[in-house]
């Protein structure tokens, strides 16, 4: 569960968000709990919907409203944290994570931090592999400039 | 940023399955040898190369800022954890074998046993918990099964108490006590009401955890855990007699 609350709080970026997010796809995997198949994932179950939830449904209405945009500095990180330098690490990671773009967030997020393989990250996405290749190649580009630039402030 | 036209120019993806490990033996070597020669080709994977470990790092430390879901907190109503807590224990359940139906003591053990499967250290330990706030919940919990469960904070012999909350199974509560144990392996340790005679306890395996199962007035108990069977018998002894029934 922690888990689908991290994916969901990289794609939206808003605390209050997030545990919809995660809430609405725990609540939907019940009500489709039979679709699912045994011998297969359950997290990427899990996580097939959370991303379609997302997609479908969440996303739209944000973006109706205007409020698409990830502002950063609003996740409000738990307060019981480890310690303040991992604290600001997780802020510094999803702040880089945030300023790309959704498509290639989603995609990085996947496949380097929940280790996704290509064509599982496609599978969950619904888009072909070269797809998922492409957002790939184009996020570390764009994220390696990101974190050089930070690094250079 | 111009791209000098190539005849067979090297692809993004092939520098991705390049940076990804994913190229074979003979390919890899060949591709570290174009590099070697062709200077534009190493700018290119300069340019997409990148160290993840800070990132993994980072959202590692991000998992223990998740809510709780299936205790009660400050912002939603009370009931939108109770349904959360609910569905993650359907969730537990996996394949949906067991729902909705009746669950027969069999299946009450096994039901708890997919959901534990589920429980890394992680899970456990990334939620700071204030000794006060552990104890509510078990007073809470204790209460929603008619039981005083405060014995069963002290743990037993390398088994630490972490937290008690309120799941549900067949339209009835299921007190589930988390500890760690002395590798840092969670151990369950669930309590819900039974009809039928007592029974002593007894060992088991399911879905690939250990665990100790036996009723007592009423209520069936089970502990379960990655843990030796010797380590969940002695747990099994001194929780049974922390718990007043």
Redesign the interface.
């Not at chain 1, 690490?89 to 999803?94: I, M, N």
């Not at chain 2, 340019?47 to 990148?50: Q, Y």
């Not at chain 2, 800070?54 to 959202?59: D, E, K, S, W």
């Given at each position: 569960?922690?888990?689908l609350?991290?994916y969901a709080?990289v794609m939206t970026g808003n605390r209050?968000e997030a545990?919809d997010l995660?809430?609405a796809t725990?609540?939907r995997?019940?009500e489709r709990?039979?679709q699912?198949r045994?011998g297969t994932r359950?997290d990427a179950w899990?996580f097939t919907i959370l991303g379609s939830i997302w997609r479908n449904e969440l996303r739209a209405r944000k973006v109706r409203l205007g409020t698409g945009h990830i502002a950063v500095e609003d996740v409000g990180?738990?307060d019981?944290?480890?310690g303040v330098e991992?604290?600001i690490?997780?802020?510094?990671?999803?702040s880089?994570?945030a300023s790309l773009p959704e498509a290639q967030r989603q995609t990085l997020y996947l496949v380097?931090?929940e280790g996704f393989s290509y064509a599982e990250a496609a599978a969950q996405l619904d888009i072909p592999i070269?797809t998922v290749?492409?957002r790939?190649?184009?996020g570390?580009?764009r994220?390696?400039q990101v974190?050089s630039d930070d690094a250079a402030d | 940023m111009t791209q000098p036209i190539e005849r067979e120019p090297v692809s993004?993806?092939a520098?991705?399955?390049y940076?990804?490990g994913h190229l074979p033996g003979g390919e890899r070597e060949a591709f570290e040898a174009t590099m070697a020669s062709d200077g534009d080709l190493k700018a290119r994977v300069a340019?997409?190369?990148?160290d993840?470990a800070?990132?993994?790092?980072?959202?590692a430390?991000?998992?223990?800022?998740?809510?709780t879901?299936a205790l009660p907190a400050r912002?939603?109503p009370i009931w939108?954890y109770v349904?959360?807590a609910?569905?993650?224990f359907?969730?537990g359940?996996?394949?949906?074998r067991l729902?909705p139906g009746a669950t027969d003591s069999a299946g009450w053990h096994q039901a708890v046993a997919d959901y534990q499967a589920?429980y890394t250290t992680?899970?456990v330990a990334?939620?700071?918990?204030a000794p006060e706030t552990r104890l509510a919940g078990l007073d809470r919990t204790g209460a929603a099964l008619g039981l005083d469960l405060s014995g069963a904070a002290e743990g037993a012999k390398g088994l630490i108490f972490q937290r008690a909350q309120i799941l549900q199974i067949d339209g009835k509560p299921l007190a589930q006590l988390v500890y760690l144990d002395a590798t840092g392996a969670p151990i369950a340790f669930c309590i819900t009401r039974r009809e039928g005679a007592d029974s002593a306890p007894k060992d088991g395996r399911l879905s690939g955890l250990n665990a100790r199962t036996w009723r007592d007035a009423g209520y069936g108990f089970i502990l379960i855990g990655d843990a030796a069977p010797d380590a969940l018998r002695a747990a099994t002894e001194e929780l049974r007699g922390k718990i007043q029934l």
């Open positions: 569960m922690p888990r609350w991290r709080l209050a545990q995660a809430q725990a609540l995997a019940l709990v039979e699912f045994p359950l899990c990180l738990a019981p944290t480890p991992v604290n690490l997780a802020r510094q990671v999803l880089h994570m380097y931090v070269g290749m492409s790939l190649a184009n570390r580009k994220l390696k974190m | 993004d993806e520098i991705l399955r940076l990804d340019e997409m190369d990148l993840f800070p990132l993994q790092t980072g959202m430390a991000l998992l223990s800022g998740a809510p879901f912002r939603a939108h349904a959360a609910i569905v993650i359907a969730l359940v996996g394949a949906g729902l589920l992680d899970t990334a939620v700071p918990m």
